[in-house]
């Protein structure tokens, strides 16, 4: 049984150090991409960051959007994003900066334009949320020092279980990780809020997961060859491919449930899966091709 579910050998002579080059370039070329799209184009940032008022309404039949955006447009009440939600019968009503209105009124206000707009659709409004400018500068502050200490906390934890070079690996491994996958998220503007940085928290720690088995199984192998005149190019490569059929088969496993996740959980889950589903791809690659590379380059740097 442990033979059949070995999709790569442990054998395996795969010489990833040989190409870390490559692999560095790759990720340098997609993270200088993701900052590009992050500074310039920027997050779709949901109402928890942004501030606002979100309405979801659920018509008897498809919504005419445009005869909305123009009805909810002559209102003057600020900024307003109009979209299907998951099916053409639910709709999504996004207001940016509102003037000062009571929720309540404002929630009247749109609930009577809507009953206007289209009389013969009859709908029912089934949530509404409103987060003042202040709170979601708050949230945003907040989940950054929530990365930051997820990130501190890490390279404390490999400091401590290995030694300081494998932590700084790892750190730059996971930055590397939240960067793209940022990058992917800036590219398809997927709405960026709290659920997104739940996915992004949980990314580090898969990631940092898959990172661990390969670091643990290099320690291993230094202290069993510390008699041996064995190259530590060597000694890496060959732990990286022998944890490399339990790396593969655990993401593999995990990409398609949030894959099913993204496609059948509705527009609500979509950008928490979505952000999954990429940092699964990203976390697996770097855990292979970077993580090790990285400590490899500072422990050469570190002898020269």
């Known amino acids: 049984m442990a033979e059949f579910l070995e999709l790569i050998k442990n054998d395996s002579r795969i010489d990833f150090l040989g190409n870390a080059k490559l692999f560095f370039v790759i990720s340098g070329a997609l993270i200088v991409i993701s900052l590009f799209l992050i500074f310039t184009k920027g997050l779709n940032l949901g109402i928890d960051f942004s501030g606002g008022t979100v309405i979801q309404l659920k018509y008897e039949k498809p919504a005419d959007l445009d ?12 900024d307003v994003s109009i979209q299907n939600f998951g099916n053409p019968e639910e709709v999504l009503i996004r207001l940016g900066k509102t003037r000062d209105m009571p929720l309540e009124d404002l929630s009247k206000t749109i609930r009577a334009k ?6 013969n659709n009859k709908f029912i409004v089934e949530r509404v949320e409103q ?3 202040q709170v979601g500068s708050e949230l945003q502050y907040k989940a950054m020092m929530a990365l930051l200490y997820a990130n501190i906390g890490v390279l404390i934890y490999v400091a401590i279980r290995f030694e300081l070079i494998f932590a700084i690996g790892a750190i730059l491994a996971l930055v590397h990780d939240v960067i793209i996958t940022l990058g992917f998220l800036s590219l398809t503007s997927k709405e960026f809020n709290l659920t997104v940085v739940a996915a992004l928290l949980a990314l580090i720690g898969y ?4 990172t661990i088995v390969v670091f643990d199984r290099i320690r291993e192998r230094i202290k069993a060859t510390a008699n041996d005149k064995i190259n530590i190019k060597d000694i890496m490569n060959k732990s990286i491919n ?11 496993l995990t990409f398609l449930t949030v894959l099913s996740l993204m496609i059948f959980g509705g527009e609500v889950i979509n950008p928490f899966a979505f952000t999954l589903v990429i940092g699964i791809i990203v976390g697996t690659y770097s855990s292979i091709g970077i993580a090790s590379g990285l400590v490899y380059l ?5 002898k020269n």
């Open 242 to 252: 022998e944890t490399l059929s339990r790396t593969i088969i655990t993401s593999l």
């Open 131 to 133: 987060v003042g400018p």
């Open 67 to 78: 005869k909305l955006r123009k009805g909810i447009g002559d209102l003057k009440i600020g």
């Open 207 to 210: 990631s940092l997961n898959d």
């Open 114 to 119: 809507v009953a206007e707009i289209d009389p």
């Open 298 to 302: 500072i422990k050469n740097f570190k």
